[in-house]
């Protein structure tokens, strides 16, 4: 979560799943989407299915992240 928040405040915009795997250390795309699914299911995050960077930090307005 940390990652992808700090993702979205530099760059203002939702990582792909290639970027948190690099800032992450998550190998497989199957353990990142599980990843998501969990943040998700938490409420820390929220996304389209099946549409890229679509990520959403509920709890935050990007400029607050």
């Known amino acids: 979560f940390d990652f ?3 993702y979205m405040l530099e760059h ?3 990582p792909s799943y290639s970027e948190i795997s ?4 998550l190998k497989s795309k199957a353990s990142i989407r ?3 699914e969990i943040l ?9 299915d099946g549409t890229a960077r679509t990520i ?3 709890n935050y ?3 607050e992240v």
Request: aromatic share 10%.
């Open 40 to 48: 998700r299911a938490e409420g820390r995050i929220d996304y389209l």
């Open 61 to 63: 307005r990007l400029s």
């Open 34 to 36: 599980d990843y998501m």
């Open 22 to 25: 690099r800032g992450t250390g």
């Open 12 to 14: 203002q915009y939702a």
């Open 4 to 6: 992808i928040k700090a």
């Open 56 to 58: 959403t930090l509920p």
